[in-house]
Nanobody, 119 residues
Framework: QVQLVESGGGSAQAGGSLRLSCAVSGNIFGINAMGWYRQAPGKQRELVAALTSGGSTNYADSVNGRFTISRDSAKSTMYLQMNSLKPEDTAVYYC?????????????WGQGTRVTVSS
């Protein structure tokens, strides 16, 4: 099992910044990608940013240039730096880890952290 615990959510003004953290623990063998997803009220969960074990990153068009995903392996923590926040960034943000083994292919999720951006 993999445990993911998010922190760092809260409220910000438009144009402001927040940094989300995702503490990772448990058996990370076979985890080949991690990412941040978000779900706004009445909308489907969507990918915000992804980071592969090889260091490649991928961003949603809506956040590209404003958000940065990173990790600190020594601290077993993944981050999402969010700058130039917009009201449309308001959502619950979830940390995700994907295990890709032939015999164990699954996703793990954190409990989510709420981000509210006011205009």
């Amino acid at each position: 099992q993999v445990q993911l615990v998010e922190s760092g959510g809260g409220s910000a003004q438009a144009g402001g910044s927040l940094r989300l953290s995702c503490a990772v623990s448990g058996n990370i063998f076979g985890i080949n990608a991690m990412g941040w997803y978000r779900q706004a009220p009445g909308k489907q969960r969507e990918l915000v940013a992804a980071l592969t074990s090889g260091g490649s990153t991928n961003y949603a068009d809506s956040v590209n240039g404003r958000f940065t995903i990173s990790r600190d392996s020594a601290k077993s923590t993944m981050y999402l730096q969010m700058n130039s926040l917009k009201p449309e960034d308001t959502a619950v943000y979830y940390c995700n880890a994907h295990r890709a083994l032939p015999y164990d292919n699954r996703d793990y999720w954190g409990q989510g952290t709420r981000v509210t951006v006011s205009s």
